[in-house]
Each structure stands twice: as C-alpha cells, then as structure tokens.
C-alpha cells in the first residue's frame, strides 16, 4: 500500500502565496512521477503540474505556468507546490498524485486533498 499525505493548505488573499506538500510513504517499489491535480466546486479534476522523479523534468497547465513551481526532495519521496500569485480560480481542493509504470501497465495513488481558498 502506497500513503500520500498532502499538507499546507489553507486560506489566503489573492495576490498571496503558499506551499503544499506531500509525502509518500508505505510500500513504494519504485516511482516515475509525482503531481499535482486540483478539483474546483462543480468541476471535474484539472492536472496541474508534474515531476519526474528522477530526470526531475517539470511539466505545468497553462493556468498555473509561471506563477506554481513543482520542486520534489527523492530522499523523503516528497513533493512541493509552490504557489505564487494566487488567483480565486486557483480555489480547489489539492490532490498529490504518484504514478508508477510497471513495464505496459500504470498505476496512480492518490492523497486525501488539501483545500485552498483565494479570497479576492
């Protein structure tokens, strides 16, 4: 079983900044990727960023290019959102996600959420 723990969600201004974290644990025979998704009220869930884990290649939504950095510590299988220029459309609940390819067949873990709410 893999366990992803998200933290450091919260409320914050629009203009603000924060940083989420997820950490990994249990039994993890290997990891590909690691990401972020986010599920606004009334909307299906949205990728928003994604590191490799061990090319550290970062990929970005369009939404969030420039503002959200994606940064990952491979010695405590955790992953960072930096959150920076927060808009109110950033308000969603945050899902960590891992993915693990096993030769043709992918699997994917899921964390709890975090909530973020932007007020403007």
């Known amino acids: 079983q893999v366990q992803l723990v998200e933290s450091g969600g919260g409320l914050v201004q629009a203009g603000g900044s924060l940083r989420l974290s997820c950490a990994a644990s249990?039994?993890?025979?290997?990891?590909?990727?690691m990401g972020w998704y986010r599920q606004a009220p009334g909307k299906q869930r949205e990728w928003v960023a994604t590191?490799?884990?061990?090319?550290?290649?970062?990929t970005y939504a369009d939404s969030v290019k420039g503002r959200f950095t994606i940064s990952g510590d491979n010695a405590k299988n955790t992953v960072y959102l930096q959150m920076n220029s927060l808009k109110s459309e950033d308000t969603a609940i945050y899902y960590c996600?891992?993915?693990?390819?096993?030769?043709?067949?992918?699997?994917?873990?899921w964390g709890q959420g975090t909530q973020v709410t932007v007020s403007s």
């Open positions: 996600n891992l993915g693990q390819l096993m030769g043709s067949t992918s699997y994917d873990y």
């Open positions: 249990g039994s993890i025979s290997r990891i590909d990727t």
């Open positions: 590191i490799t884990h061990f090319g550290r290649a970062t």
